[in-house]
């Protein structure tokens, strides 16, 4: 059956520092990836997309790499900041979108 | 421009009861969808719409029924609720070419089944 995870439940990351967040799938041939965040109590918040042919986006602090092959993206935060703590979901789209259980990162001083 | 909105925020509800979530969107989106988000379990897809009078089910749609008459609205009816159906309910929108456009999310509607 398909299934998608990423890395860990939580993320604990001094500010300053470059968070890494991993999302891997099996049994799927996703045409596009997306990211997004998590605020508690809010709908996720679309921050990238990705598509097959291509291998990383990049967007301000963020950056995503999409590796078919290994069946993996990686989602980098760069000079993280403490507002950027908070949940972030990586989803694989065809016809619908599939979602992750999500990481939570603790961004901290 | 108000985005995707959801009513109501929160909702209990006695087991066998039916209700309605609504859904709006003004963004002139074509594709439709609801979740269910439960912990440790992530976002789950419940039904969705590629247009109006389109609709098609997702992963988890026993117990759930929907329509969508016009572009701009796409309910959700709990048909006999029951306390599994204890949740977190989100619904979102995007344009049909999904593989270029993110998805746009409700606030959410957190139910409670008693």
């Known amino acids: 059956s398909q299934k998608i995870e990423q890395n860990s439940e939580a993320l604990n990351i001094q500010e300053g520092k470059t968070a890494t967040l991993t999302c891997n799938y099996t049994?799927?041939?996703?045409?596009?990836l997306q990211w997004y965040r998590q605020d508690p109590g809010r709908g996720p918040v679309f921050l990238l997309l990705?598509?097959?042919?291509?291998k990383e986006k990049r967007k301000e602090r963020l950056k995503v790499t999409f590796d078919t092959t290994l069946k993996q993206s990686l989602f980098h935060i760069t000079a993280s900041q403490p507002a950027d703590s908070a949940t972030y979901l990586c989803?694989?789209?065809?016809?619908?979108?599939?979602f992750g259980t999500g990481t939570r990162l603790q961004v901290f001083p | 421009n108000a985005g995707v909105t959801q009513t109501p925020k929160f909702q209990v509800l006695k087991t066998g009861q039916s209700m309605t979530l609504q859904c709006a969107q003004d963004?002139?989106?074509?594709?439709m969808s609801w979740y269910r988000q439960d912990p440790g379990m992530g976002l789950r897809l419940i039904h969705y719409s590629v247009g109006a009078g389109i609709t098609d089910q997702g992963e988890v749609p026993n117990g759930y029924n929907v329509s969508r008459s016009t572009t701009e609205d796409f309910p959700l009816r709990l048909l006999s609720a029951a306390p599994s159906q204890t949740s977190v309910y989100f619904c979102?929108?995007?344009?049909?070419?999904?593989?270029?456009?993110?998805?746009?999310f409700g606030s959410g509607t957190r139910l409670t089944v008693v």
């Open positions: 049994n799927y041939s996703p045409a596009y």
């Open positions: 990705i598509r097959e042919n291509e």
């Open positions: 979102a929108s995007s344009y049909s070419d999904r593989a270029n456009y993110g998805y746009t």
């Open positions: 963004m002139n989106h074509e594709y």
């Open positions: 989803a694989l789209g065809t016809d619908k979108l599939i």
